[in-house]
């Protein structure tokens, strides 16, 4: 089970994340990207804070009062203390914050609003040349499925819980952890497809160090942390070292 950082997002990190613009170049290491992006690989864009500029769980804590970001503070201390799974945290936090339907509609109208410029184009461009483009979210596929039209990406694609309500809407539980905690979806150890993992932090707890790749971006972000590993500032950038 992969560890998640030593010392987690607070909340009041999460809403800077969702909101920070920017580019620090100092952090962008374009060669050691060229070098470490294999040519069959599948790339998978995190939603939050890199395809979009909305935090999905930053968003929902907005609108919630102070008790629920505690809540979340110490759900990530513990996880991080116990070694939690990213699918772990996603279904504690889901049963922390019981989105509503109507809700995970309006976060899904959010983030499409929200676009990071360039990703669109980076990712018809990248399609176009046989490249796999797939997404990844921590709240919902249902928030992210306007995202996808807009990138071409289909529905199967989307690496996030699928979220569960009742005929009024209310929140009643999620699939975060029944699947595994991997994102191989059904592929034996031998025929799962490389992946680039495009975005922050927790796109780098999904990839998998031992056949995977993960590429930080920096558009959203500006830095988390030492910089460290291939480093991207933009998707225009990112489709030149996809496709060449």
């Known amino acids: 089970m992969r560890q998640p950082p030593s010392s987690p997002p607070s909340a009041q990190d999460m809403e800077l994340a969702s909101s920070a613009s920017g580019l620090d170049a100092g952090v962008r290491s374009r060669p050691q990207a060229e ?5 069959d690989a599948a790339v998978v864009l995190q939603v939050d804070g890199a395809v979009s500029g909305i935090n999905g769980l ?14 979340i503070e110490t759900l990530q201390a ?8 990213q699918s772990e945290l996603s279904r504690a936090a889901l049963a922390c914050l019981r989105p509503r339907r109507a809700e995970v509609n309006a976060l899904g109208a959010a983030y499409r609003a929200a676009l990071t410029p360039g990703v669109i184009d ?3 461009r990248m399609r176009r ?8 979210g921590e ?26 309500f009742d005929a009024l809407g209310a929140y009643t539980g999620c699939d975060a952890g029944e699947r595994s905690a991997t994102i191989a979806h059904g592929y034996g150890p031998t025929d799962r497809p490389r992946r680039v993992f495009v975005g922050t932090g927790p796109a780098e707890r999904l990839a998998d160090v031992a056949s995977d790749v993960f590429v930080r971006f920096t558009g959203v972000v500006a830095h988390e942390g030492p910089a460290r590993g291939a480093h991207v500032g933009s998707f225009g950038e990112l489709a030149e070292l996809v496709i060449g």
């Open 35 to 39: 070098r470490a992006i294999p040519r």
């Open 58 to 71: 930053a968003w929902l804590l907005a609108r919630r009062d102070g008790s629920a970001a505690h809540r």
């Open 78 to 85: 513990q996880a991080a203390a116990e070694g939690w799974s």
């Open 122 to 124: 980076a990712a018809h």
């Open 129 to 136: 040349a046989g490249t796999v483009v797939e997404l990844s």
């Open 139 to 164: 709240v919902a596929v249902e928030a992210l499925l306007g995202v996808a039209e807009a990138l071409g990406v289909t529905p199967d694609a989307i690496h996030a819980p699928h979220l569960r």
